[in-house]
């Protein structure tokens, strides 16, 4: 092999070596790497040596799991090639939801040496009868993008899958492979069995990060990045090849088609996003690893893994929101380790803007933002114990002392298991019903069967813990252009315009379940504001924005009109600092508005929005709404608040906060999803909706007679962990009250100020009303119409 | 608590927004697709459902029934999910339902969901007129005389100040009156589904159930 690489002019990389000498003595490893560093040969280079000293027994020898069903088909490509010019005895496959079924039959009975596969494809292995025999020749298991696991339910299913693995084949060895964090012992705890072994690989150039300079006005507000098009043009006119990143779909359209219409130069830009239907996408992702595209504007769709070695420039529109995830994207480009990977960075307003030069300084000062470690999900459990069941009789002791060696769950309690253990046998309500029909029965021996074995089927037909926002197709004629968010159709009406895959669409009406879409005649689209998918400001990067604010020597880096405008800020209120949490009050169109800079996130400030609006109706002020960025939040009322310090008391997140989590429509969204990955109700599954029907029964029902007749069921318990992260952000609400309580500076001025003018502006589209507000607006609705009806009459 | 008081086929009818309809001159009540004992229906092939669903239900009829005293009862079918429901339901709501109509004339059409059950001491009929108008479970647009008919569970959503609302309706066409469902668990179907189409028109009007009221929805503002 060492000769292979000779040939080629390549050397082991030392990481490479280590961690084949950790691996082959035994020892669990992770590998924390930059994108480009041969950390994908790293990890297989064991498996390659082991089976070449002992042969392929027909058995699985090595699993490689990826988060992506793509990066498990590049991988495969990429070792194809030292595999074959080795003539290495290897036998490899790809395995994901999209393998014929043919195919999966053969890799059952006849399994591969290697395996590359997904983990929800690694949980439907697990789930068969004859598991302890497919993996008794396991050696290796190699989990790629291992950061990408620690902090959401698949990575909660993944832990678990890989503690039963543990339990089949006892002297697996686990090999991480991972993006650069800040906290590598706490990956190493939560992938590695005992004495894991962590190696390291320094950045050898650091990523040279630019600013895209235009003599264009930087906008107060907004996403679109209008201003910059052309210098954005200008840039993937320099470039060999460049990808676009945006943050959202709506805003991949939109600078799609404007670059095409800049486009003199005939470059071949195309776009990519997660609504695109799949064979676009693929086509798309094939032009382009063979070179056949000079741009592509994607959203995280194209973020994980994939090697395009050919991309020179990485361009990110809009904020990063996080350095790490910032990181990842540059470390697409330019995979020599001797150059810099080259990226521009395009803010979209101006706290965007002091966002990216925050993000630069990170990046020299090589601050990383904490990785989040979850608690494990009782869903996801609920989940993973009736796959168990599937594959054969288990005991309730020795599976709990299995679970509890995954690390989301390792703080877990014997009664929460048997809690979640009881409700996959019967649905673990108090009011017992149908005995007979329980998931899973007692034997005499006490171990526990799964009543029915025909019930697996409805465990395969729903496992995985991805739950899609209900989607609908777009239909132009007979052609299916992609989905849709259901979310974002309901507010159309006949004859809107709106972008989808580079094209403007007039929206026709909705038949058999799918959105009947025309071209539009004109070129422009009424853009809608789709907020979906966005992630919050981290709190690592919110910091130093803060520090920067406060930095006034530093603010020569920024271009003059951002200084101006923060010294104007500074000369009308206060500069919400990294010690102060400035709240700003002032009238503005006959309302009062109350500005908290809170910089905790967007989820987090929607949070804080609600608990505002309650805080204030009680205290009479007649809240009548509220606006919020990833900085800060507004609430509008009728009277101005007197006091500032109490209403932001910590204690909001007591009493107050308990009571708005019972009928936040938010808590419904949660438990919509927790009620399909626990297996209380069936998946639907896209395109599968069936027209002229009544839909069967909605989460939402359940829920509400749920609430009211059993409130402290396991699933209500799984949704309040949930809330913590995430939707609900509570945790982080939490600390950011509790650390700036003491400090809070508040200005009462005449007008609206510098920093507020993006929260004003802000028109919120998208409003999540509770049953109440919604009754509220129906009376609204009539009376405007009953008043329109008297104007009428009298004329 | 704001009921909505319309006319049908000339006649005083009020609308709950528990999903009921009043019809004065009778004093006469009628709700239709209970669909009792749905949640346990589905414990058969393992799908476990807050077993709750026809205590919920069975207390919203006795909130309407306190607040009418009908009567009579029209029952406008489905009012079991299926054949067996009477016999998973638990006694106590056996006889909470029972017991609600002791003092109550109740007259049964038979649905689709039922296989035409009614709990001992009842009988079913396909389908009643009662002054001119024809109840049945299954609206049957070949007649042209009057209709109140339920099983479509009808949903609709208006567009207001940018937040879309949904919520299960009655919908009024000057023939046909559709009922809600008025079970603690059954979904809906959109009054813009093809099935529907035959109740649109310009004199259609959409009531949607608030939480303590009914409202009239505008027509142009029904979206689907």
Redesign the interface.
Known sequence: MTNWLAERGWTWFAHQRETADAALSGHDVVVFAPTGTGKTLAGFLPSFLDIADRNSNGKLHTLYISPLKALAVDVHRNIEAPVEELSLPISFETRTGDTPSSRRQRQKNNPPDFLMTTPESLALLLSYDDAPNYFSGLRYVIVDELHAFFDNKRGDLLSLGLARLAHLAADVVRIGLSATIDNPEKARKWLCKDEGVIICVPQAVAPQIDILQTNKRIPWSGHMARHALRALYDAIVDARMSVVFVNTRAQAEFIFQNLWRLNDRNLRIAIHHGSLERDLRRKVEARMAAGGLDCVVATSSLDLGLDWADVDLVIQVGAPKGISRLLQRVGRANHRLDEPSRALLVPTNRFEYLECVAAQAEIVANNLDGAVFRRGGYDVLAQHIFGVACSGPFFADKLFSEIITAAPYADLARVEFDEILN?VT????V?Q??PQ?K?LTKLTNGSIVL??TK?AR?YRMNVGTIVESPMMKVKLGNRNLGNIEENFV??L?PGDTFLFGGQVLCFE???NAAVIVSRAKGSEAQIPSYGGGRLPLSSNLSEAVRRLIGARDEWCRLPKQISDWLRLHDDRSALPDEKTLLVELFPHRGLHHTVVYSFAGRNANQTLGFLLLRRMKRGGLKPLGFSMTDYALSVWSLNPPNEIISLLDPDIMGDDFEEWLQDTPLLKRLFRDAAIIS????RRHPGHVK????????SD??Y???R???PD?VLLKAVRRDVMHGLIDAGRLADTLQQLHGNIVCRRLDMISPMAVPLILQ?????I?N??E??A??????QE?IRAANVESID | MSNRLIEFAGQAMELHHSGALFWHQQNMLVVGDLHLE???SY???????????T??TLRRLAEAITFFTPARIMLLGDIFHDGEAWL?MRVSDRDRLLNLFESIDTIWVEGNHDEHFVPPGHISQESCELDGINFRHIMDTSKQTPEISAH??PVA?????????R?ACFVCTPQRLLMP?FG??????DV????LAPLRGPDTQVY?L????V????PG?V??
């Open positions: 409700f019967n649905g673990g309500y009011l019903a149908y029909y998931r009543r029915d019930m409805q309901v507010n009406s009406g909705i038949s297996g209380l109700v069936e027209t002229g029907r009544q839909i069967l029964f909605s029902l359940i509400d007679v749920l009211r007749h059993e069921h028109i919120t589209r998208e409003n009303l049953v109440d919604e009754d607006l129906l009376h609204d609705l009539e119409v | 749905k949640a346990s414990h058969k092939s393992g799908q476990f459902l807050p077993p709750y669903d205590a919920e998973r479509y569970h959503s208006i567009r207001h100040r940018g937040t879309r609302v919520r469902a603690a668990l059954t979904g809906g179907l813009g589904d093809v099935v949607l608030g939480n303590d009221a409202f009239a929805a505008p503002l979206v689907s």
